[in-house]
């Protein structure tokens, strides 16, 4: 049995979006739970069996799966047939594992920081700055509509995501590369769920 624990309008939402670009909805149960908000709402929910209380989290036959980039590797290659994975053997599985872990170790902390006002050389030294990572995406963009060609791939629906939430960043090559990823029916899907789940 596989659940995947989701709180609405979180982290957690784009794994509801790549179930439904998984066709993986019927396969993958949802369990809708809380978590404590910044606003002082909600709170640690004890049905959630991820070891920091936080969303997503993945219970696969009782193994944990936790971070977002390791829900999505997990959930692509159990679902394959989708085509939303980079298979061992293709040359863009270098480049797809590579924004995976990017997303993880650089681009959530740099946005983290800078939401939240924080600066320090150091931090900077170490991983970068937003103005890198939009360079960066930009030049990934700047001759294709999705990072690794034509079509749109887990690492599109995990790197817009910050975007999705934050607003566009006011590069042409990101902001209709949003724009694509934000059109599609699993994002208006996970919106939906979202709204009923929330109003809950
Ligand atoms: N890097 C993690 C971040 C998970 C995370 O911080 N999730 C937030 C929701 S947006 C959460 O559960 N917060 C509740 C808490 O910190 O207790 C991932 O992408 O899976």
């Not at 209380?53 to 159990?78: C, F, M, N, R, Y």
């Not at 270098?94 to 006002?117: D, I, N, Q, T």
Request: glycine share 8%.
């Amino acid at each position: 049995m596989i659940t995947l624990f989701h709180s609405p309008r979180s982290r957690s939402t784009r794994i509801v979006a790549l179930l439904k670009e998984l066709d993986a909805l019927d396969a993958v149960g949802i369990e809708v739970v809380t978590i404590p908000r910044m606003d002082g709402s909600g709170g640690r929910d004890p049905r959630n069996p991820h070891p920091d209380g936080k969303v997503p989290v993945l219970d696969h036959d009782g193994v944990l799966v936790w971070e977002s980039s390791a829900i999505i590797q997990h959930l692509t290659e159990l679902f394959p047939e989708a085509g939303l994975g980079i298979p061992v053997g293709d040359p863009r599985r270098g480049p797809y594992l590579s924004w995976l872990a990017w997303y993880a170790g650089v681009v959530e902390p740099v946005l983290v920081f800078k939401a939240l006002g924080v600066e320090h050389p150091a931090l900077a030294g170490t991983f970068r700055t937003e103005t890198e990572i939009k360079s960066r995406l930009a030049d990934a963009l700047k001759d294709k509509p999705f990072l690794l060609g034509d079509r749109f791939t887990a690492v599109d629906l995990l790197l817009h995501s910050p975007y999705a939430w934050f607003g566009k960043p006011g590069v042409p090559e990101i902001d209709a590369w949003v724009d694509r990823c934000m059109d599609r029916p699993s994002a208006r899907f996970a919106a939906e769920f979202d709204a009923r789940y929330a109003a809950v």
